[in-house]
């Protein structure tokens, strides 16, 4: 293990984060507030820490091997979490410690979920350091999903090495640099389309470069109390959920897609992949079984129930109104999509489509077997036979799943909590989904929860973008033996 490597780059990261700190100072100097010192010092507490680590560690690590890439990668979500609790710190924003970190879990980890309310009248620069943190989580999540899960197998995710954009290299550091410049240069084009077509929608400035970084970050994070709802305007609702669908695609097909450039070629990039016709098809089925009793049993707008559905089903959590007021059974099925989620490689949570999609055509298999017991049955993705190592490594995942989200359930419960609420949260937590049902739905938020429960689900917020195995594989003493 190169504990000197790992340190590093713990310490640049945490460097970075340090000075992004800048960007919310300005923002409080130019709407006159009262925080622009509060953030220049939590930006240097945070760089210093950051520079101690550098320079404890030594020089930079030329080659980090798989073992150092599940020790950072881990790391990497716990320290930034602490750090980004900082601002909320020095500002006085937070009530009480807990708050402020769980409030920087939160954002980090893209979930949503929040204990701040009157959002309407909070200091700008605390708005934008809250939408920033989940924009620089989103594009950590991409760069993780896509440059390093292939290359440490987690889960099944080396089915996306030779998808992925860059170099494809022995070498995880030389990997990540390559894919991540890639993919920051997409990733912020992305952003500053959308917060265009926001403005130009009716949204302030301000307002477009929050919902912007937060919608591409599949984040959930909003500039006011009632979420989305606070814009009532249709075309913005139906632009806001075409960039929710987008963000929650597989990065590497927008990559190839910009590559080839826009042509009449360009929607094959997409339907040419099966995860994306399956995450199309669910979208689509999700918004006809939700539709349904809702359009025929209450006075929710066709446009309403469109853009929640996509909200929950994408993880990104926003809300244009109380989607726990309807009727039951769409409770139901918003609480199974949680867990389905979004496209593997993109900024959204939940167990991702791709896994979906192939243990349902193992469990089909499985099917066809019991008639043909004798017939060589093989499961493919995009034509190409998929191991038996990844399926059962597909199978590992899902029961480690469910079964982290029953163990934070039921930690939550035993501070207190009741059912409904604690297998919401955890559901909404661990699929870093945010807004959950009952108390903490759309209309609530975490701040009644005892501040024990706050820190089981913040672990599930960690652990969901951990993608269950990274957490597990630290635990296994053969990890730490030479």
Same mark, same amino acid.
């Given at each position: ?312 089903? *994408?993880? #990104? %959590? ?5 989607? +726990? ?5 769409? &409770? =139901?099925?918003? $609480? /199974? ?93 661990? *699929?870093? #989904? %945010? ?5 903490? +739905? ?5 701040? &009644? =929860?005892?501040? $024990? /429960? ?29």
């Amino acid at each position: 293990m190169n504990y000197r490597g790992v340190t590093w780059t713990i310490g640049i990261l945490a460097a970075f984060f340090g000075v992004s700190m800048l960007l919310p100072a300005l923002v409080a100097w130019h709407y006159e507030t009262s925080h622009m010192s509060e953030f220049l010092t939590a930006g240097f507490i945070v760089a210093l820490v950051g520079l101690l680590m550098m320079r404890a560690a030594g020089k930079a690590p030329k080659v980090l091997s798989h073992r150092d890439g599940f020790l950072i990668v881990a790391l990497a979500w716990v320290v930034l979490s602490l750090l980004g609790a900082v601002p909320f710190w020095t500002t006085g924003t937070a009530d009480t410690i807990m708050d402020a970190l769980f409030e920087s879990a939160s954002g980090l980890t893209t979930t949503g979920a929040t204990v701040f309310s009157g959002l309407d009248t909070m200091a700008p620069s605390i708005l934008f350091w809250r939408s920033m943190e989940e924009w620089v989580g989103g594009m950590g999540i991409i760069v993780l999903a896509v440059a390093i899960m292939p290359l440490l197998g987690i889960g099944g995710m080396q089915l996306f090495r030779a998808e992925a954009p860059g170099p494809v290299k022995d070498k995880l550091t030389s990997r990540v640099t390559e894919t991540g410049k890639i993919l920051w240069y997409m990733y912020l084009a992305m952003t500053m389309i959308v917060a265009l077509v926001y403005w130009f929608l009716g949204m302030s400035g301000f307002d477009a470069v929050n919902h912007a970084m937060t919608t591409i970050a599949i984040g959930g994070f909003s500039t006011h109390d009632a979420s989305m709802g606070y814009f009532d305007s249709q075309p913005l609702r139906l632009a806001t959920v075409y960039f929710m669908f987008a963000a929650g695609i597989n990065f590497t097909l927008h990559f190839a897609s910009m590559r080839r450039g826009l042509s009449l070629d360009t929607p094959r990039t997409y339907f040419a992949d099966d995860e994306f016709r399956a995450y199309l098809k669910w979208m689509i089925a999700l918004v006809v079984l939700i539709g349904l009793p809702t359009l025929l049993t209450t006075s929710a707008s066709w446009d309403e129930v469109l853009f929640n559905t996509v909200a929950v089903a *994408t993880t #990104t %959590g926003f809300a244009v109104s109380d989607y +726990g007021q309807w009727p039951v059974v769409t &409770s =139901l099925i918003l $609480f /199974a999509a949680m867990f389905c989620g979004a496209c593997a490689g993109s900024t959204g949570g939940g167990m991702k489509m791709v896994r979906v999609l192939l243990l349902f055509r193992q469990g089909m298999r499985e099917v066809r077997r019991l008639i043909h017991p004798h017939a060589v049955l093989a499961i493919k993705l995009n034509g190409a036979n998929v191991g038996g190592s990844v399926v059962e490594a597909l199978w590992g995942f899902f029961v480690l799943y469910i079964v982290c989200f029953m163990m934070i359930a039921i930690l939550v419960a035993f501070s207190g909590v009741d059912m409904l609420t604690s297998l919401a949260a955890s559901a909404a937590c661990i *699929t870093n #989904t %945010g807004p959950g049902f009952g108390g903490v +739905g759309p209309a609530g938020n975490y701040a &009644s =929860l005892p501040d $024990f /429960a706050k820190g089981a689900l913040m672990f599930g917020m960690v652990l969901g973008r951990l993608e269950i195995f990274t957490f597990f594989v630290l635990l296994v003493p053969e990890f730490w033996r030479k």
